[in-house]
C-alpha cells in the first residue's frame, strides 16, 4: 500500500469521526432543546438549587465544626497533650465570642 492511499484512508476515517462526533452534538441539543423549553423555569429551579445547596453546606458545616469542638473537648484531660488540646478549645472559644 502506498503511502498516498494511506493518507487517502486516513483522512476520510477523520472525517468520519468528526461527522459522526457533529451528528452526536447535534442530538443532544435537540435533545436539551425538546427537555427545556422553557427557560424561564430552567433558571428558576437551579436559582432554588443553588439556595439549598448553600443552606445545605452551612448547616453540614456547622455540624463538623460542633463535632470536632466535641471530639477536642474529649481530650483536654489527657496528660501531655491535654494542654495543647485546651489551648486549642480556648482559642476557637475566644474567636466566637
Same mark, same amino acid.
Given at each position: 500500500? /502506498?503511502?498516498? @492511499? +494511506?493518507?487517502?484512508?486516513?483522512?476520510?476515517?477523520? /472525517?468520519? &469521526?468528526?461527522?459522526?462526533?457533529? +451528528? %452526536? &452534538? &447535534?442530538?443532544?441539543?435537540?435533545?436539551?432543546?425538546?427537555?427545556?423549553?422553557?427557560?424561564?423555569?430552567?433558571?428558576?429551579?437551579?436559582?432554588?438549587?443553588?439556595?439549598?445547596?448553600?443552606?445545605? /453546606?452551612?448547616?453540614?458545616? @456547622?455540624?463538623?465544626?460542633?463535632?470536632?469542638?466535641?471530639?477536642?473537648?474529649?481530650?483536654?484531660?489527657?496528660?501531655?497533650?491535654?494542654?495543647?488540646?485546651?489551648?486549642? %478549645?480556648? /482559642?476557637?472559644?475566644?474567636?466566637?465570642?
Amino acid at each position: 500500500m /502506498s503511502k498516498f @492511499t +494511506a493518507a487517502i484512508r486516513k483522512f476520510f476515517k477523520k /472525517s468520519q &469521526e468528526s461527522a459522526q462526533k457533529e +451528528a %452526536q &452534538e &447535534e442530538l443532544l441539543q435537540e435533545l436539551f432543546h425538546d427537555m427545556y423549553r422553557n427557560r424561564k423555569r430552567i433558571y428558576h429551579l437551579n436559582f432554588v438549587r443553588g439556595i439549598f445547596f448553600g443552606v445545605g /453546606s452551612v448547616i453540614g458545616g @456547622t455540624l463538623v465544626i460542633g463535632l470536632v469542638i466535641w471530639i477536642l473537648s474529649l481530650f483536654v484531660n489527657f496528660p501531655l497533650i491535654g494542654d495543647y488540646f485546651r489551648d486549642i %478549645q480556648q /482559642s476557637i472559644q475566644r474567636s466566637k465570642d
